[in-house]
């Protein structure tokens, strides 16, 4: 191996082992440093790795994640598809890492609510994958979840319900039933229940709620999004009492970690005040 050779290798590794340094600020809720970490290492890596480099798209897709999880959506899908077209010109457009970018893109139109926008990519992510890696692949599975999660909200739930199943055995068998993938499925699970059996999907999202509490960040917007379907069931249940709190700590959570106007923060506030409002009404002689 050349000098030039070796010295390239060298920087990319140590700009992986800095984007996972920024990505587990990211997962600790340290935003801020987060991004700041990896617009310095983006500098970084077009400069000592090229700027059309793979160490390049690692971190357009860390910056990508940053940005769906702070409500920034528009420059995540910028970093998203940067980080894609790196990918698809040196690898093509058939390998795992494609998949992985794919499955992202149709995760950022899902939390925009743009369900249809969203599919293509989640079932492309799921396809490709599949091809690279087997269907019994812990990958596979969390493409799969994510597409269940696209299709429930077109109505297609059926399918939906399918590949949350077959996600839920290769989590189980490959990471035991704590695992935080096992409560992201069962958290979808719970959403297909939640019309016909509120209570039966509060229990499942109270065991998805403890998983990643003991997972997560306490300031985590993944946190968040359980604490407040668990709230939105107590309430179809009439259980305010249970709801109000679990509501509150949602607000809490994403206050000051997201975006004023992300979508979640928005309708958790909103529902809030509504439930203290319709508390307050009752409570009335």
């Not at 090229?50 to 910056?63: H, K, R, T």
């Not at 890696?133 to 597409?147: R, S, Y």
């Not at 990471?175 to 993938?181: R, T, V």
Request: glycine share 6%.
């Amino acid at each position: 191996m050349s000098e030039a050779t070796a010295g390239a290798v060298d920087a990319a590794a140590a700009v992986r082992a800095a984007c996972a340094d920024a990505e587990r600020l990211r997962a600790a809720g340290r935003y801020a440093e987060a991004e700041q970490a990896l617009r310095a290492l983006l500098s970084r890596a077009e400069q000592e790795c090229g700027p059309e480099s793979f160490a390049v798209a690692e971190v357009c897709n860390s910056l990508g994640v940053l940005g769906k999880y702070t409500g920034r959506f528009d420059e995540a899908r910028t970093q998203y598809r940067r980080a894609l077209a790196i990918i698809v010109a040196e690898v093509g457009e058939n390998h795992a890492d494609a998949a992985a970018i794919y499955h992202n893109l149709g995760g950022l139109d899902h939390a925009r609510g743009r369900y249809r926008d969203a599919e293509p990519a989640a079932r492309r992510a799921v396809e490709i994958r599949r091809r690279a890696c087997g269907p019994d692949h812990p990958d596979v599975a969390a493409d799969e979840v994510a597409l269940a999660a696209v299709l429930q909200q077109l109505g297609a739930t059926d399918e939906a319900r399918t590949l949350l199943g077959r996600a839920l055995g290769v989590y189980e068998r490959h990471y035991g039933p704590e695992h935080l993938e096992v409560a992201i499925v069962l958290g979808n699970l719970a959403v297909l229940r939640v019309d016909d059996d509120p209570a039966a999907a509060a229990e499942l999202w109270r065991r998805a709620l403890a998983i990643k509490r003991a997972a997560l960040a306490p300031t985590h917007p993944e946190l968040a999004v359980t604490l407040n379907n668990l709230a939105m069931a107590h309430w179809r249940l009439g259980e305010h009492d249970r709801a109000e709190p679990l509501l509150a700590e949602t607000v809490a959570v994403l206050t000051g970690a997201v975006e004023d106007d992300h979508p979640l923060l928005r309708s958790a506030t909103a529902d809030l005040a509504d439930l203290r409002r319709e508390r307050a009404q009752a409570a009335r002689p």
